[in-house]
């Protein structure tokens, strides 16, 4: 039997698993999964919000679309044990272990009432509220029901506040023990909520307005339904330690229940532990597992089940379908003749509450537990993988990204090169789905590109003046590293996880979650006809591999592309986790090995190692050490000659980032005053990398490798010519190595380049895109250049004779490339609200349509 006292020790102890034989078991992943740093003993879900009880005695918020925590309820002092929204859902009612029942007004969280009895009543395990009434009842573990009516001009002088539960003598702590002396109080809440309350806040219970013994146990749930004889009246239906169900009519004058007009069901010892119902079906979960369903107009038991092998304490039902979660951390889900329709495993410890919402076509059953976690479930009729009727919602684009992230779309390692053509191809459906035209364009030998094309309907005269708008994105991810030992993903990379508000996941970020957002973005203009131009997608598989075949293949089908206006991208961060940004710069690079080879085999140190013999890693390590000087700086001659020098209008953009950085640190320390040097490092002056230096032979330390091999790369910037840089480093280091006079080859290899990107910030499109970040964040963003790079861009501009513009989707955490790669739901969503909106009216800005 569970209590009230087990919860408090719930935390860290996962009960053990029951292991029930059943037939169906089918797996389920929540849709998403919130952490609140302690039991969750209550979930209420209005159309908006997720509203979670606590063991802190906090009720949290969550924004039902992007699980965004958005505020925390704090007008308890024990752990909420019950939450209750109004049938209009503009109040919400909590019930804690404080033995206080606060109401709070939902539209503006705050808290209207909190409301106390004046008897010592412990727990206050479940409460109902009745709109129609305006009554509130409570079930408390003194085994009473109590309720108080809004509605009366109830002026008795209160007790004094002395009678408040916080104020009164404490059942154990205020006790006198062996020797008479009190057992020492605990410290005073500080945050004591009495006394920073309102006097009209405070409303005390009748002390006629309770039913002692109500049920001989504790109350632990109740439920306000429709009367079945009486048509219009409400009937109080509770649940208790007893076994014992009462079904109580209501006065609805006076909102009084009374014994005498009360009926008991008993179904045998279990206690009732919660309780759900429809129609007149009442739906009781019991203590070992025991589910009894009774008919509440004959108010007879219909059938009794082993439901669980632990305690039942969840009970949730909606049409045809009614949810049950145990002590166990199950689910089990039954039809209406309760034949079990399906189970799993929802929770590691109790589920200890549990809630169903309809959102947007799709059932979510929301459950919490001693795991410090609410889940969310999609627990609606599974359709196929793809619905016909594509449908555009966040909750579609969010399963489509699932779907992509599965595909390990690796470039670059040819065990992957049919997850890239699967994902190339569930891209080319999705555009289809859409209503576009969609192939794939072969590339040499590489990863397809996915060509997308949506085209407004057909309108006299408007053809030879509509704009075409190319969207560039890629759907290869770098490899995830999963196999390496220490990796640090808290979920499979390759399973998107919806986590506190974050989808975790290679490629969400980068570039995935972006791509689907354009995609989904044109989608939804194209189906709602709202197209105002042709916006034409390339969605490559090679980026992270530096664009192999790109250029050749749009050259190849440039005129099928083409004519092009604009050119978008979203494929970067903003520059913290805060403020909204637009990119006008990216960097080019150059990737590039070196190889240093002696042409004897790799020997041991003790036996041949001599001053005679020249190492090639000490080569290489004497080689690469001429690249920069030992204060850093890149020494490859005419490096820094070609960097563009700085305008005061370039200045000035830096300067409006060090302004939004004034009140708070960049990245938690570097301050506003070096924040300037800081960003042009990274964004206006190229640097310098070693990525690593591998040597041939077995790696222990006798051996003499007889090669080495260096990865380096360099990041370019505005007016570095690419083909200058290549060459030049080249040169410089065949030009070093001749002068070690070794006997040893080097060789030196370009593996990929990509030009550097300067857009400009006042054309159009950076105007809409400005102008519609604003709108859809609030917020004026920033303009950014970045230090990463992307090879398409510049090519892409100069093929088609137009100008990029780039929308970082992405927060500075976002970690892309790294383990944990993660992207916010409400970046994701916004970022597709931003690019619907920018399609849509950049096209309109000086063109009449
Ligand atoms: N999206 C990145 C580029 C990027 C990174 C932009 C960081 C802004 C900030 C892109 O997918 C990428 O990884 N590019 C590579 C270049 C490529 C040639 C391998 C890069 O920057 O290293
Ligand atoms: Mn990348």
Known sequence: MWNHSDLLLLNSSPAASASVAVVDTNEQTPLHRVHCGGSVLAIAVSSDHIYAGTQGGDIMVFSLDTYDHVRDLKGHSGCILALNLSQDESLLVSSAGDAIINIWRTKTFENVHRIYSTFDIGDIFCVAYSSKLSSLYL???????QWYDFRSTDKRPRASLKSH???????????????????????????????????????????????????FGYVYCMLLLQSFTKEGEEILVSGGGDGSIKIWEIDSETSAIKPEKSKTLSSGDSGVLCMATRDQFLYCGLTDGEISIWDLDGQALIRSIKGH??????????????????????????????????????????????????VKGRDLYFSGGNDDCISVWDVSCQEDDFPAAYRTTEDELLSTLRKLVSYRTVAN??????????????????????????????????????????TPPETPGVESKRQTILFYGHYDVI????????????????EMTGMNSYLYGRGVSDNKGPVLAAIFAAGELAQNNQLTCNIVFLIEGEEESGSRGFKEAVQKYHDFIGPIDWILLANSYWLDDEAPCVTYGL????????????????????VDGSRESREPVIDMVNLLAKLTSDGGKIMIPGFHEMVRAITPAEEAMYTEIENEFSSRLFRGSITSGRLKEHLMSRWRYPSLTIHRVNVSGPTNATIIPRSASAAISLRIVPDQKLSTVTENLTSFLYNQFATFSSPNQLKISIDHVSEWWLGDPLNKAFKTLARVVEEVWEKKPLFIREGGSIPAVRFLEMEFGASAAHLPCGQASDAAHLDNERMRVANLYKSKTIMKKVFRELPLEGVDV
């Open 165 to 215: 539960p916080s104020r009164r003598s404490h059942r154990f702590f205020d006790s006198l023990g062996p020797g008479g002396s009190a057992t020492p109080q605990p410290p005073v809440d500080s945050s004591d909520v009495l006394e920073s309350c309102h006097e009209s806040q405070l409303v005390e219970i009748d002390p006629l307005n309770i039913v002692q013994y109500a049920h």
């Open 479 to 494: 490899s995830a590293g999963e196999d390496t030992p220490n990796n640090q993903w808290i979920t499979e990379p390759f």
């Open 587 to 606: 960097r080019g690079v150059v990737h590039a090995s070196v190889e240093i080879q002696s042409d004897r085999p790799d020997l041991h140190s003790g």
């Open 139 to 145: 079930g408390a573990q003194n085994t009473s029901i």
């Open 309 to 358: 092998q632990d305690d039942v304490l969840t009970m949730t039902v909606r049409d045809n379908c009614i949810w049950s979660g145990s002590a166990s951390g199950y689910v089990r889900k039954w039809s209406q003749r309760f034949e079990l329709l399906g189970r799993w495993k929802a929770h590691d410890g109790l589920i200890l509450a549990s809630d169903l919402k309809s």
């Open 413 to 454: 390692d040819p065990k992957f090169s049919e997850d890239c053509r699967q994902g190339a191809s569930l891209l080319k459906s999705i555009f289809r789905q859409f209503g576009a035209q969609s192939f794939l364009i072969p590339t040499d030998n590489r990863n397809p590109i996915v060509f997308g094309r949506f």
